[in-house]
């Protein structure tokens, strides 16, 4: 399958109502990632978080593959490009010079910033801790950097072909893109290791009964059942929601203790009393959500 000359790698559309839906579309490479696309993957997450129009976001891809991870071929080719022109600049060199070759030009080609949370990764938002949810709708595979992609989201909608795998194991190229972080923190260490290990393909089921995907769809309606979660989303009081989310992660990551934990929560979760909590509780008391009722709110 080629791609469409004017067709972007990353395609991305929004609504009045507050939803950004990410699309990776490079289905000739299985939505592999290259430098490129890493830059406008970075780019499309940090407007989403500058739009106060918009609440959520959903990450997918193209023609029925969600990512194949990191575009080797498109690696190995500017490798052989940046070593052609060593070999020119070397040919055109004194024959007494010494000539040093770098040993960085590989992680030139994709990324070698300092690791810190709001540089821009080999896979692009990869160092995020994106600041409003996420939600990854997942069809095809997700492997290697497209499965540490998928784990950028609070939470994989995914279709019950699908499949998850460290498949870069096979080729000895490392997670570098919040893999060896981020799965542990969702599956377990026991589990994340398994598959980190083995590299081996894990099934939609399986996600979901480890913890990976938290709703398996029937095949074509990954995107569809992710802009309907996040449409109930919409419906919620939006700083309370963010509050409690960013205490999750916090206490998931961030805190030095169970106490560190509860004081975030606590002292972040105060804040939104005075402009949501009291309102809702009044809506409460007004009779509405009486019961465990959604549908009204």
């Not at 490479?29 to 500058?50: C, K």
Request: some cysteine.
């Amino acid at each position: 399958m080629t791609q469409p000359p004017s067709t972007p790698p990353v395609v991305v559309s929004t609504t009045p109502t507050g939803i950004t839906t990410i699309i990776i579309s490079r289905p000739h490479r299985r939505n592999a990632v290259n430098p490129s696309t890493a830059q406008d993957l970075y780019s499309a997450f940090i407007d989403f978080e500058n739009d106060s129009s918009q609440k959520v976001a959903i990450l997918t891809g193209s023609d029925g593959y969600f990512c194949a991870g990191a575009d080797l071929v498109d690696l190995t080719l500017e490798q052989k490009r940046k070593q052609e022109q060593k070999q020119k600049q070397n040919a055109m060199a004194s024959l007494t010079t010494t000539t040093t070759t770098s040993s960085s030009s590989s992680r030139d080609s994709w990324n070698n910033m300092p690791v810190e949370n709001r540089n821009r990764g080999p896979m692009g938002p990869s160092r995020l801790q994106v600041k409003k949810p996420v939600i990854a709708a997942v069809a095809g595979h997700a492997v290697a950097g497209g499965l540490e992609l998928s784990l950028l989201a609070d939470m994989r909608v995914v279709e019950e072909d699908a499949i998850f795998g460290v498949y870069c194991r096979r080729w000895g190229v490392p997670l570098i893109d919040g893999g060896t972080v981020r799965l542990q923190a969702v599956v377990g260490l026991g589990r994340a290791l398994d598959m980190i290990l083995t590299g081996r393909p894990v099934t939609a089921q399986e996600a979901l009964a480890m913890g990976l995907a938290n709703r398996v769809v029937p095949r074509g309606k990954a995107l569809e059942e992710a802009t309907k979660l996040a449409q109930e989303l919409l419906r919620f009081p939006n700083g309370c929601m963010n509050a409690d989310r960013n205490s999750c992660y916090y206490a998931a990551y961030d805190a030095s203790s169970f106490e560190d934990a509860l004081k975030n929560e606590f002292d972040n979760g105060t804040r939104v009393l005075e402009t949501e909590s009291f309102k809702g509780a009044a809506r409460f008391a007004g009779g509405l959500g009486r019961h465990g009722g959604f549908s009204k709110l």
